[in-house]
């Protein structure tokens, strides 16, 4: 397990390293000893709290994060790693019974992408009329301010809303292995999650 240890305008002393180490190494002997490298960064919030994020990746593409935001930096590290142990406690048997198939996907099963950031365009100042809507595209498309290549796998249903809950993210863009048909699965402002499949592959099969 690689591991490294990141302070943002902050120094992370050797006692505290030595306190994330060994936690880590716990929580990974624990877990069937499969994390693959982790990632711990400190940084001051606010006037007087430190905020602890890790990131923990345990497989191909399966990452696992967590952050929390305490008053002091070992308490802070403590409940984030915590949050990375429920969540691979929740998620044990399923990620012991897979991993094999999960981590040796073959490229054949893999649609490459590309994932871009856009930059939100906002007003300088002064209220600006919105032109007549004659029909013609008006303005410049988005900024695209990064991207970077990706892989689009094929998953089930139950195995991309594991994969959100492990790594924090929003939404997954994944391929149904039943139909060979792009999903996507999101996480709803009430809480519970959300499937879109496309109509007419969802009509064929009922």
């Known amino acids: 397990m690689e591991l490294a240890i990141h302070g943002k305008q902050m120094d ?3 006692a505290l390293r030595t306190h994330v180490t060994t936690k880590l190494e716990e929580i990974n002997s624990k877990y069937f000893n499969r994390a693959i490298d982790v990632t711990v ?7 007087a709290f430190i905020k602890t994020h890790i990131s923990l990746r345990v497989g191909k593409d399966i990452m696992v994060t967590a952050q929390s ?5 070992y308490v802070s590290f403590d409940v984030t790693a915590e949050k990375i142990a429920k969540q691979l406690r929740r998620y044990k048997r399923r990620l012991r019974d897979h991993h094999e198939r999960m981590d040796q996907t073959p490229e054949s099963e893999m649609t490459k992408a590309r994932d871009y950031v856009l930059a939100i365009q906002e007003l300088s100042g002064k209220i600006e009329e919105e032109p007549e809507d004659d029909g013609i595209p008006q303005g410049d498309d988005p900024v695209i301010v990064a991207e970077q290549p990706m892989q689009i796998q094929k998953m089930s249903v139950s195995d991309a809303v594991m994969r959100m809950d492990l790594s924090g993210q929003t939404a997954i863009l994944f391929r149904n292995p039943k139909n060979n048909h792009l999903n996507m699965i999101y996480r709803r402002t009430d809480g519970n999650i959300g499937w879109v499949e496309p ?8």
């Not at 960064?41 to 006037?47: D, K, L, Y």
């Not at 935001?69 to 930096?73: D, M, Q, R, S, T």
């Open 69 to 73: 935001i305490e008053p002091e930096a």
């Open 199 to 206: 109509e007419d592959i969802a009509s064929a099969a009922e």
């Open 12 to 14: 992370v002393g050797d």
């Open 41 to 47: 960064t400190f940084a001051p919030e606010g006037h």
